[in-house]
């Protein structure tokens, strides 16, 4: 398996041959693994390592898929789009980071495949830390800041109380809390916002 995926790989050029040849034997086994089954990847324990080698193999094969989409043959494009998915699933077992998780929903909103968006946004609560989660919001991609702004304001409101002590972090904390307030007619979030206005208002 592995001599074949190997050839397969510099098969689809040099960067992806390049990335892949430059991943550790135990994230290959991850993606090895994944396409031996149909079955998607359980949540493993966690590897920041793994889950940056995965990131930069996807983002390898997506550019490969865009610039050679002209020259592939049909079954070229098939192995390359199988492999890209299975590439995706791997690093969203793994993901733990804002950076994964947009890589991730940009790539499933990209292709309207709206059903991954959801699984991917009803998994953030559970797989990113709450500052993860506002950079998520801080994202250039409107939905992206929208599905992160959900995701927070579904949270204890202790949490995002939390998040205001940080100032990078507490202007989209803050506003998470606006929707806490007004749409979820949370009492506790509406006398933090007042709070915090009476607060800047005596200062």
């Given amino acids: 398996m592995e001599k074949s995926l190997n050839t397969t790989m510099e098969e689809f050029g040099g960067r992806v041959a390049s990335v892949w ?10 993606v090895e693994r994944a396409l031996q089954t149909a079955s998607p990847p359980r949540a493993m324990q966690y590897d920041a390592r793994a889950e940056w080698e995965l990131s930069r193999l996807l983002a ?20 390359l789009r199988r492999m890209a998915e299975t590439c995706a699933a791997v690093l969203h077992a793994q993901a733990r980071s804002a950076e994964s998780f947009e890589q991730l929903l940009i790539r499933a909103l990209r292709t309207s495949d709206y059903a991954r968006v959801d699984l ?44 205001l002590t940080d100032p990078v972090d507490a202007e989209v904390a803050r506003f998470a809390l606006y929707i806490q307030a007004e749409e979820y007619g949370s009492e506790e979030a509406r006398w933090v916002l007042e709070t915090l206005e009476s607060a800047e208002e005596e200062e």
């Fill in 21 to 30: 040849q430059g991943m550790r034997p135990a994230t290959k086994k991850l």
């Fill in 60 to 79: 390898a094969l997506e550019d490969q898929a865009v610039e050679t989409r002209e020259k592939m043959s049909a079954e070229q494009t098939a192995t």
């Fill in 120 to 163: 991917l946004a009803d998994s953030l609560a559970s797989r990113l830390a709450p500052p993860e989660i506002s950079e998520l919001a801080r994202s250039s991609n409107v939905v992206v800041r929208a599905i992160a702004y959900e995701t927070l304001a579904l949270a204890p409101t202790s949490v995002l109380v939390r998040l």
